[in-house]
């Protein structure tokens, strides 16, 4: 989707600046929605210890980055 090849960029940049948190790339076709109550393309869900603690839906590059970095504090 043209959102996601939006913030593409932005993704690969922070994880290469924060290789200290796992980023996986999951292609929605291919995976059950529903576990992360997916609304919307792209989203962005972050856990810490296998718990949910934050979700940015729709390519938002700043609250992207500021989950990011509040996840990286954890």
């Not at 924060?18 to 856990?47: G, M, R, W």
């Not at 700043?62 to 954890?74: G, W």
């Amino acid at each position: 989707c043209g959102h996601c090849q939006h913030i593409t960029p932005l993704y690969n940049g922070l994880s290469k600046s924060y290789p200290e948190i796992l980023f996986c790339h999951v292609e929605v076709s291919t995976v059950n929605p529903k576990p992360i109550n997916l609304q919307d393309v792209p989203t962005f869900a972050f856990y810490h210890n296998q718990v949910p603690v934050d979700k940015v839906v729709g390519a938002r590059e700043e609250d992207v980055k500021q989950s990011t970095k509040k996840l990286s504090s954890m």
